[in-house]
């Protein structure tokens, strides 16, 4: 007889930050903490010790496992195997919207697939104190094992929404009233010069060919970043960040 497949699949989160992060918010999740044989630093021996009293299988493994994972980052030794889904669906949002008691801050990535920019526009996004981070489900990157870890564990607090289609989604947000900026070399207004205050939902593009044709046509506004030097473009990360920020002074 087959063995029933889950209806969550196992994810890996590795890194000491993520792990640590993973096992004060979501501990319950985890199915086994494997940590490096030969590995010794207090912040290891402390996720060891903190695992064994919530009753988490510690295993010992050497090199060759965490090289069989195939894992797209430093991992430090240590990884966590969970069954939580991190992606989050619309449903998931249109929940979140209804609950929250002031005006909805979200980010928009669109066409964004190294999991490095994901997972540090993950964590730039939780320290702005964005409500949720929203990606297509096609030609974007996943939250996967290496966005969680560069995220620092902004993946367990700030929502990743993950939709089937983009266009329909930013509809539906400006039929609930909020209004969507979106970022463009060729736009007229500057970043300084936007209203970003309200309800809000900032659209990145993706490095180089920014957002696709049917995001910009959703979008309200476009904007630029005002840029001196000889280089043309920041890295989607960095520009998340600056442009993030500017909307945080304006909504303090």
């Known amino acids: 007889m087959a063995?029933?497949?889950?209806?969550?699949?196992?994810?890996?989160?590795?890194?000491?930050?993520?792990?640590?992060?993973?096992?004060?918010?979501?501990?319950?999740?985890?199915?086994?903490?494997?940590?490096?044989?030969?590995?010794?630093?207090?912040?290891?021996?402390?996720l060891m010790d903190v695992a064994r009293k919530l009753h988490i299988r510690v295993e010992r493994v050497d090199a060759e496992f965490f090289d069989e994972k195939q894992l797209e980052g430093v991992h430090q030794g240590v990884l966590a195997e969970t069954q939580i889904n991190y992606a989050k669906d619309e449903a998931f949002l249109d929940q979140l919207l209804e609950?929250?008691?002031?005006?909805?801050?979200?980010?928009?990535?669109?066409?964004?697939?190294?999991p490095h920019n994901i997972g540090a526009c993950l964590r730039t996004a939780d320290a702005a104190g964005i409500h949720?981070?929203?990606?297509?489900k096609d030609k974007s990157g996943t939250?996967?094992?290496?966005?969680?870890?560069?995220?620092?564990?902004?993946?367990?607090?700030?929502?990743?929404?993950?939709?089937?289609?983009?266009?329909?989604?930013?509809?539906?947000?400006?039929d609930k009233g909020i209004w969507i900026t979106g970022t463009a070399?060729?736009?007229t207004t500057s970043i300084y010069q936007a209203d970003l205050t309200g309800?809000?939902?900032?659209?990145?593009?993706?490095?180089?060919?920014?957002?696709?044709?049917?995001?910009?046509?959703?979008?309200?506004?476009l904007v630029f970043m005002p840029m001196s030097g000889e280089v043309s473009s920041l890295n989607v990360s960095v520009a998340t960040g600056v442009i993030l920020f500017e909307a945080v002074r304006q909504r303090s």
């Not at 607090?157 to 089937?164: E, G």
Request: charged letters at 20%.
């Open 143 to 174: 939250l996967n094992g290496t966005a969680i870890k560069v995220a620092c564990g902004a993946a367990e607090n700030t929502p990743f929404i993950s939709v089937t289609n983009l266009a329909r989604c930013l509809k539906k947000l400006q």
């Open 185 to 187: 070399g060729e736009a």
């Open 3 to 46: 063995k029933a497949e889950s209806s969550v699949a196992s994810n890996y989160v590795f890194g000491i930050n993520a792990v640590s992060s993973l096992l004060k918010k979501n501990a319950k999740d985890i199915g086994t903490l494997y940590v490096l044989s030969g590995k010794r630093n207090q912040r290891v021996n402390d």
């Open 132 to 136: 949720a981070v929203i990606a297509p």
């Open 199 to 221: 309800p809000t939902a900032i659209v990145m593009g993706a490095e180089g060919k920014g957002m696709r044709r049917l995001t910009r046509e959703a979008c309200d506004h």
């Open 99 to 114: 609950s929250i008691d002031e005006p909805p801050f979200l980010l928009v990535l669109d066409g964004v697939t190294d």
